[in-house]
């Protein structure tokens, strides 16, 4: 039981990765504080994993309402040990069509929010010598057309994952980012089949990841295996950001009807 008497908040816990991780630490033998926006869905969650979960409704785009979740998460559980910072949104304008109320509420959830549970964590953290694992994107190591408020975002977000790395290390807290590909969660289901079949086709491995595959390094980071790693951004996306972009010659090729060693 890798995560006995181990104390966890995860945010975003309702749905794909978080749920996904709240299963893994459940499972390895860890209390959950599941907090997310939707009631529905954290009771199912509840209903599905017992007592070992407690369950909290948040909406992370308050700031006010960052710091008090954290703390309810500790007195419930008794301290904590993993702060999971894994909600997130995304949002689809390039800056001149990009109404600033929008903006504003991705950065609110996506980076502000972080930094707030962050800090309000890092007392208890310390004490405990435990760690930190956000959700970045692959987004945030490089620009993807539209994708400005959340490029921002998860670029700042893996500027702070360093930062508190570097900061608190000395404290014995490590703190790490895990920056997910194309994965098959209710945040990527809305899509048409020939957007899937387009993002599916830039992965190396061609598939989109499972949720539950993207929850794995992040459990992996939180535990006491990764002892030594901290401050570091894992790209878990089948190969994208190993590939320049340039297209595959001899597949280009087949499809224009010319012969491979043209
Ligand atoms: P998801 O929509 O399935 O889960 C996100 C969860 O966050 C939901 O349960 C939602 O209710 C919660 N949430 C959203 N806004 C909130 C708010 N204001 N307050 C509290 N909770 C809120 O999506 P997912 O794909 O599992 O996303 C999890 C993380 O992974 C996000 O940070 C996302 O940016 C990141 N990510 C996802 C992908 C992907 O392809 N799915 C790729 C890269 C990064």
């Given at each position: 039981?890798?995560?006995?008497g181990?104390l966890?908040?995860?945010?975003?816990?309702?749905?794909g990765?978080?749920?996904?991780?709240?299963r893994?630490?459940?499972?390895?033998?860890?209390?959950?504080?599941?907090?997310?926006l939707?009631?529905?869905?954290?009771?199912?969650?509840?209903?599905e994993?017992?007592?070992a979960?407690q369950?909290?409704?948040?909406?992370?785009?308050?700031?006010?309402?960052?710091?008090?979740?954290v703390?309810?998460?500790?007195?419930?559980?008794?301290?904590?040990?993993?702060?999971?910072?894994?909600?997130?949104?995304?949002?689809l304008?390039?800056a001149?069509?990009?109404?600033?109320?929008?903006?504003?509420?991705?950065?609110?959830?996506?980076?502000?929010?972080?930094?707030?549970?962050?800090?309000?964590?890092?007392?208890?953290?310390?004490?405990?010598?435990?760690?930190?694992?956000?959700?970045?994107?692959?987004?945030?190591?490089?620009?993807?057309?539209?994708f400005?408020?959340?490029?921002?975002?998860?670029?700042?977000l893996i500027?702070?994952?360093?930062?508190?790395?570097?900061?608190?290390?000395?404290?014995?807290?490590?703190?790490?980012?895990?920056?997910?590909?194309?994965?098959?969660?209710?945040?990527?289901?809305?899509?048409?089949?020939?957007?899937k079949?387009?993002?599916?086709?830039?992965?190396?491995?061609?598939?989109?990841a499972?949720p539950?595959?993207?929850?794995e390094?992040?459990?992996?980071?939180?535990?006491?295996?990764?002892?030594y790693l901290t401050?570091?951004?894992?790209?878990?996306?089948?190969?994208m950001?190993a590939?320049?972009?340039?297209?595959?010659?001899?597949?280009?090729?087949?499809?224009?009807?010319a012969?491979a060693?043209?």
């Amino acid at each position: 039981m890798e995560f006995a008497g181990k104390l966890a908040l995860v945010t975003g816990a309702a749905s794909g990765i978080g749920l996904a991780v709240t299963r893994l630490l459940v499972r390895g033998g860890a209390r959950v504080m599941a907090a997310d926006l939707e009631a529905g869905k954290l009771a199912t969650l509840a209903a599905e994993l017992g007592p070992a979960v407690q369950t909290c409704v948040v909406d992370l785009a308050d700031p006010a309402a960052v710091e008090p979740v954290v703390h309810a998460a500790i007195a419930a559980l008794g301290g904590l040990d993993i702060l999971i910072n894994n909600a997130g949104i995304g949002s689809l304008a390039r800056a001149t069509e990009l109404d600033p109320a929008e903006w504003r509420k991705v950065m609110a959830i996506d980076l502000d929010a972080v930094f707030l549970a962050s800090r309000a964590a890092l007392p208890t953290l310390i004490e405990r010598r435990g760690a930190i694992v956000c959700t970045a994107s692959i987004s945030g190591m490089a620009g993807d057309y539209r994708f400005t408020a959340y490029n921002a975002a998860k670029a700042g977000l893996i500027g702070l994952v360093r930062n508190l790395a570097v900061d608190y290390a000395a404290d014995g807290v490590r703190v790490n980012a895990v920056s997910p590909g194309y994965t098959r969660t209710p945040l990527t289901a809305p899509s048409r089949p020939e957007v899937k079949a387009a993002f599916i086709d830039a992965v190396p491995m061609r598939r989109a990841a499972e949720p539950e595959e993207i929850a794995e390094v992040i459990a992996f980071l939180a535990s006491d295996r990764a002892s030594y790693l901290t401050g570091q951004n894992i790209a878990v996306d089948g190969g994208m950001t190993a590939h320049t972009g340039q297209p595959d010659v001899f597949a280009l090729r087949a499809r224009l009807g010319a012969s491979a060693s043209s």
